[in-house]
């Protein structure tokens, strides 16, 4: 009897015990979180790619970020001045300590954009202007212009800090060099001040957040209660929805187009749409004296602006959002996305779709048997299935296309050593601003990472349209500025510099029980999710 | 000729065949199948990698006898807007080209090592057996992976595409020589010490010719019997590899390409474009199985 007694109160002991535990455990909100792509780097600075942001962006944080409703607000920087019209004064937000301890100080940002700045760097757009940057005291920066920018605080957001300690021990102080493939530490790890810190890195296969304690806004009232976010990649699209139906994952990013109705259809799922400022878009290498893949030698066909035109004319856009996106899409014909500053319905002119008037464009170009050609794509949906839809709808006018879809890993450096006659690709408007999308996909190249061209990878070259751009740049009278932004948008639609194809609308998919806040850049801010 | 065809249609094979109408229902199956990949350029109702014919409009159209689906199209379309019964009979057809080649190469390999192993003896048969009981502790396909691995990084990247079919043909029949050369080395280890053999030797043959012109011949009947089975396990493994994405490149699909590509579009309701390419797969396979299956009894003489 009294063995059993005490057997009794040793359980009741245990059992309360456990009960004490148990909301401490309950607690923790780990979020599975799956989608086709996996960070291609975790260096701050060296490749400007939206998989890479998306990662980043919980980790680093800038002097500016935006709230919810997307607007700019205070972030690393408390509060910001113009002195003068070539200065910029930045307080900075006192007691932050990086993920490693290290406290911020005016030092890492002076760092920071040096580093955001150097030759390596794709990220110089995101300090558009910025000649230098000068410590004032410990918490007081000012970024010294070499050109005004009217919209700078809109570049800043996609500005990122690191810490000068950190990346001195590390060394690695300088960007990784993304195109060459290289492995460096910061590739690798990450210190920020950010929201989220990297536990686990395994490329392709997992990458684990955990939420940092200590984070300085932790008391916003936008604040999500997530403890941890596995990130996984999945390529296949069925199984990615299979994942979600059974419930091994809480949100996926990417839902496949023709699984959304299914999806919908299930009561523990929900969809949150969003449009995203994104455009999907054909590019030609509209540079090279004979194209590096294509049957015609000698000469480039499409330095001639009708085979070009002929090109847009033979997609049918219409077929691709009905059968490829199955209906999750705008067509556009403009590189500047509605809700972008700049935007403006008479440049949003698309070609019509029409067989015979691109088959005697290619005939007056003096190519009436048509040309071979390859189409270069990444492995990412929908990227590839539109790449396999096009080819067929080219060779219909005489373009013998044949899509070579490769990996994302592949891709990227491919096209980034302009190892391409024609390649598919997508581009967001990061800082919400025209200028972001002119200036780094259509001003002439120079081969190097300079914020101007960076990513024209087929090296269009229009003199005016680079004039124009520079003056866009400098221009402060939004209404001028504007119209010339109209201009822009109008030359590149008439000499197809690039054929944007449409937006896609952007499904999240998710458990009921995710609390997901959509942004327009598709970019999934776990710091604000609930996990009920 | 006329002699030996008598002789076949009189003998034991023929007669058990006629025993069996599955076999000979399989044998049709198998045939059919065969002869529509073969010709498919004739008797498709499409050319699905001609690009110019294809309309995106009209894809995803479902089986001509539902409520949606098209005339033209017996079996509906992809993704693409192809003709999902041409690209079977295509599909097929690198398949079949892929199995039968892996199973002759495999063969060529298995034999040779067999009848040397079988006939030599001592240190050679041991290493040769060693070697074949290493590779039988991996699963086929692993090997296959590897090789085919080992060949994405050493051949120059424009020349893989070209080149996937060939590589696949080596690692399925890397991965599948050792049943042979076990077999024949069974079989050789019976023959060897028999009188005609010894009489061959006697007479001062060379080794080689011993073993190709008067043991060959007497172990081939299992051989027969493995190649025919083989041929099946190696269409599934050319599949899977296929599925997995590392087989043929998607411009000259296999069947395992096609179900590939259809399994994307399971969950929203286009089964008929993974459904087709796999029923192809299961009938194939089966037909080639129960032959060989029959084969099998056929020859054994303790059967009869």
Same mark, same amino acid.
């Given at each position: 009897?009294?063995?059993?007694?005490?057997?009794?109160?040793?359980?009741?002991?245990?059992?309360?015990?456990?009960?004490?535990?148990?909301?401490?455990?309950?607690?923790?909100?780990?979020?599975?979180?799956?989608?086709?792509?996996?960070?291609?780097?975790?260096?701050?600075?060296?490749?400007?790619?939206?998989?890479?942001?998306?990662?980043?962006?919980?980790?680093?944080?800038?002097?500016?970020?935006r709230?919810? $409703?997307?607007?700019?607000?205070?972030?690393?920087? &408390?509060?910001?001045? %113009? /002195? @003068?019209? *070539? +200065?910029?004064?930045?307080?900075?937000?006192?007691?932050?300590?990086?993920?490693?301890?290290?406290?911020?100080?005016?030092?890492?940002?002076?760092?920071?954009?040096e580093?955001?700045?150097?030759?390596?760097?794709?990220?110089?757009?995101s300090?558009?202007?910025?000649?230098?940057?000068?410590?004032?005291?410990?918490?007081?920066?000012?970024?010294?212009?070499?050109?005004?920018?009217?919209?700078?605080?809109?570049?800043?957001?996609?500005?990122?800090?690191?810490?000068?300690?950190?990346?001195a021990?590390?060394?690695?102080?300088?960007?990784?060099?993304?195109?060459?493939?290289?492995d460096?530490?910061?590739?690798? $790890?990450?210190?920020?001040?950010?929201?989220?810190? &990297?536990?686990?890195? %395994? /490329? @392709?296969? *997992? +990458?684990?957040?955990?939420?940092?304690?200590?984070?300085?806004?932790k008391?916003?009232?936008?604040?999500?209660?997530?403890?941890?976010?596995?990130?996984?990649?999945?390529?296949?699209?069925a199984?990615?929805?299979?994942?979600?139906l059974?419930?091994?994952?809480?949100?996926?990013?990417?839902?496949?187009?023709?699984?959304?109705?299914?999806?919908?259809?299930?009561p523990?799922?929900?969809?949150?749409?969003?449009?995203?400022?994104?455009?999907?878009?054909?590019a030609?290498?509209?540079?090279?004296?004979?194209?590096?893949?294509?049957?015609v030698?000698?000469?480039?066909?499409?330095?001639?602006?009708?085979?070009?035109?002929?090109?847009?004319?033979?997609?049918?856009?219409?077929?691709?959002?009905?059968?490829?996106?199955r209906?999750?899409?705008?067509?556009?014909?403009?590189?500047?996305?509605?809700?972008?500053q700049?935007?403006?319905?008479?440049?949003?002119?698309?070609p019509?779709?029409?067989?015979?008037?691109?088959?005697?464009?290619?005939?007056?170009?003096?190519?009436?048997?048509?040309?071979?050609?390859?189409?270069?794509?990444?492995?990412?949906?929908?990227?590839?299935?539109?790449?396999?839809?096009?080819?067929?709808?080219?060779?219909?006018?005489?373009?013998?296309?044949?899509?070579?879809?490769?990996p994302?890993?592949?891709?990227?450096?491919?096209?980034?050593?302009?190892?391409?006659?024609?390649?598919?690709?997508?581009?967001?408007?990061?800082?919400?601003?025209?200028?972001?999308?002119?200036?780094?996909?259509?001003?002439t190249?120079?081969?190097?990472?300079?914020?101007?061209?960076?990513?024209?990878?087929?090296?269009?070259?229009?003199?005016?349209?680079?004039?124009?751009?520079?003056?866009?740049?400098?221009e402060s009278?939004?209404?001028?500025?504007?119209?010339?932004?109209?201009d822009a948008?109008?030359?590149?639609?008439?000499?197809?510099?690039?054929?944007?194809?449409?937006?896609?609308?952007?499904?999240?998919?998710?458990?009921?029980?995710?609390?997901?806040?959509?942004?327009?850049?598709?970019?999934?801010?776990?710091?604000?999710?609930?996990?009920? | 000729?006329?002699?030996?065809?008598?002789?076949f249609?009189?003998?034991?094979?023929?007669w058990?065949f006629?025993?069996?109408?599955?076999?000979?229902?399989?044998?049709?199956?198998?045939?059919?199948?065969?002869?529509?990949?073969?010709?498919?350029?004739?008797?498709?109702?499409?050319?699905?990698?001609?690009?110019?014919?294809?309309?995106?409009?009209?894809?995803?159209?479902?089986?001509?006898?539902t409520?949606n689906?098209?005339?033209?199209f017996?079996?509906?379309?992809?993704?693409?807007g192809?003709?999902?019964?041409?690209?079977?009979?295509?599909?097929?057809?690198?398949?079949?080209?892929?199995?039968?080649c892996?199973?002759?190469?495999a063969?060529?390999?298995?034999?040779?090592?067999?009848?040397?192993?079988?006939?030599v003896g001592?240190?050679?048969?041991?290493?040769?057996?060693?070697?074949?009981?290493?590779?039988?502790s991996?699963?086929?396909?692993?090997?296959?992976?590897?090789?085919?691995?080992?060949?994405?990084?050493?051949?120059?990247?424009g020349?893989?595409?070209?080149?996937?079919?060939?590589?696949?043909v080596?690692?399925?029949?890397a991965?599948?020589?050792?049943?042979?050369?076990?077999t024949?080395?069974?079989?050789?280890?019976?023959?060897r010490?028999?009188?005609?053999?010894?009489?061959?030797?006697?007479?001062?043959?060379?080794?080689?010719?011993?073993?190709?012109?008067?043991?060959?011949?007497?172990?081939t009947?299992?051989v027969?019997?493995?190649?025919?089975?083989?041929?099946?396990?190696?269409?599934?493994?050319?599949?899977?590899?296929?599925?997995?994405?590392?087989?043929?490149?998607?411009?000259?699909?296999?069947?395992?390409?096609?179900?590939?590509?259809?399994?994307?579009?399971?969950f929203?309701?286009?089964?008929?474009?993974?459904?087709?390419?796999?029923?192809?797969?299961?009938?194939?396979?089966?037909?080639?199985?129960?032959?060989?299956?029959?084969?099998?009894?056929?020859?054994?003489?303790?059967?009869?």
């Open positions: 009897m009294t063995r059993s007694k005490i057997y009794c109160a040793l359980f009741s002991a245990l059992f309360t015990t456990v009960i004490a535990i148990l909301p401490v455990s309950l607690e923790a909100k780990t979020l599975r979180y799956a989608s086709q792509d996996d960070p291609q780097t975790l260096d701050p600075h060296s490749a400007n790619l939206l998989p890479t942001n998306r990662v980043l962006s919980q980790v680093y944080e800038g002097l500016v970020m709230d919810k $409703n997307f607007k700019i607000i205070p972030g690393l920087a &408390v509060s910001w001045s %113009q /002195p @003068d019209p *070539k +200065t910029w004064r930045f307080k900075l937000r006192p007691n932050v300590k990086f993920h490693e301890g290290q406290a911020f100080t005016a030092d890492d940002v002076v760092f920071s954009v580093r955001a700045l150097h030759p390596l760097s794709q990220l110089k757009s300090l558009q202007g910025v000649q230098t940057a000068k410590k004032v005291d410990n918490l007081t920066v000012d970024l010294i212009m070499k050109e005004p920018n009217p919209v700078l605080l809109n570049h800043l957001f996609q500005f990122r800090i690191a810490s000068k300690e950190w990346a021990k590390n060394k690695s102080e300088i960007p990784q060099n993304y195109k060459d493939r290289e460096t530490f910061s590739s690798r $790890n990450t210190n920020g001040t950010g929201p989220f810190k &990297v536990t686990l890195r %395994q /490329p @392709d296969v *997992k +990458t684990v957040l955990v939420a940092n304690a200590d984070w300085w806004n008391n916003s009232p936008e604040k999500g209660n997530l403890t941890q976010v596995d990130l996984l990649p999945v390529k296949s699209n199984t990615r929805a299979a994942a979600l059974s419930g091994e994952v809480d949100f996926v990013l990417d839902p496949p187009p023709q699984d959304i109705a299914r999806l919908k259809g299930n523990n799922i929900k969809i949150v749409e969003g449009v995203e400022a994104r455009f999907q878009y054909l030609f290498d509209s540079n090279r004296s004979e194209l590096l893949y294509s049957d030698k000698g000469k480039n066909p499409l330095k001639d602006v009708k085979v070009r035109q002929a090109i847009a004319h033979a997609i049918d856009v219409e077929a691709i959002k009905e059968k490829v996106m209906g999750l899409a705008v067509p556009t014909g403009s590189v500047v996305p509605p809700g972008v700049g935007y403006s319905k008479d440049a949003d002119k698309r019509a779709f029409d067989k015979e008037k691109a088959k005697k464009l290619l005939t007056e170009a003096g190519y009436p048997n048509g040309f071979s050609i390859t189409l270069d794509c990444g492995n990412i949906q929908p990227a590839a299935d539109i790449c396999q839809a096009i080819p067929p709808m080219l060779s219909q006018v005489g373009i013998r296309a044949t899509p070579n879809i490769v994302q890993a592949t891709f990227f450096p491919k096209i980034q050593k302009f190892d391409t006659s024609m390649y598919l690709l997508s581009w967001g408007a990061a800082t919400y601003d025209a200028l972001y999308n002119l200036q780094l996909l259509l001003h190249s120079t081969g190097e990472n300079t914020g101007f061209g960076d990513s024209n990878y087929g090296r269009y070259s229009n003199p005016k349209l680079d004039d124009l751009i520079k003056k866009i740049g400098v009278d939004m209404k001028k500025r504007d119209g010339m932004i109209r948008s109008t030359i590149i639609t008439n000499d197809v510099a690039l054929l944007p194809i449409h937006l896609p609308l952007v499904p999240w998919a998710m458990r009921k029980n995710v609390d997901a806040v959509f942004a327009p850049n598709n970019v999934a801010y776990f710091f604000r999710f609930k996990l009920n | 000729m006329n002699d030996s065809l008598k002789r249609f009189d003998g034991d094979i023929w058990s006629k025993q069996h109408p599955l076999v000979m229902i399989a044998a049709v199956t198998a045939l059919l199948c065969i002869l529509a990949s073969a010709f498919a350029p004739l008797v498709a109702p499409h050319n699905p990698f001609d690009l110019k014919t294809l309309n995106l409009l009209d894809a995803f159209t479902p089986p001509s006898w409520t689906g098209k005339a033209q017996l079996l509906g379309t992809d993704d693409q192809r003709d999902v019964l041409s690209t079977i009979m295509y599909g097929s057809r690198v398949s079949l080209v892929v199995g039968i892996a199973v002759l190469l063969m060529l390999i298995g034999i040779t090592l067999g009848l040397i192993s079988g006939y001592g240190s050679v048969d041991a290493f040769i057996m060693r070697v074949a009981d290493i590779q039988l991996f699963p086929a396909i692993l090997i296959a992976l590897l090789i085919d691995g080992v060949a994405r990084v050493a051949l120059p990247k020349m893989h595409d070209q080149l996937a079919v060939y590589v696949l080596f690692a399925i029949a991965s599948g020589w050792v049943q042979y050369a076990r024949v080395r069974g079989s050789t280890l019976v023959e010490n028999k009188e005609y053999v010894q009489a061959a030797r006697v007479i001062g043959r060379k080794p080689l010719a011993i073993m190709f012109s008067h043991v060959l011949p007497n172990v009947g299992p027969l019997v493995l190649a025919t089975l083989h041929v099946g396990t190696a269409i599934i493994t050319e599949a899977t590899l296929s599925f997995l994405g590392v087989g043929v490149p998607p411009t000259q699909p296999s069947l395992g390409t096609l179900i590939r590509i259809g399994n994307d579009f399971l929203s309701g286009e089964w008929w474009i993974t459904v087709f390419p796999g029923a192809a797969l299961v009938i194939l396979v089966l037909s080639i199985n129960v032959l060989g299956d029959w084969l099998r009894d056929a020859l054994n003489p303790k059967l009869r």
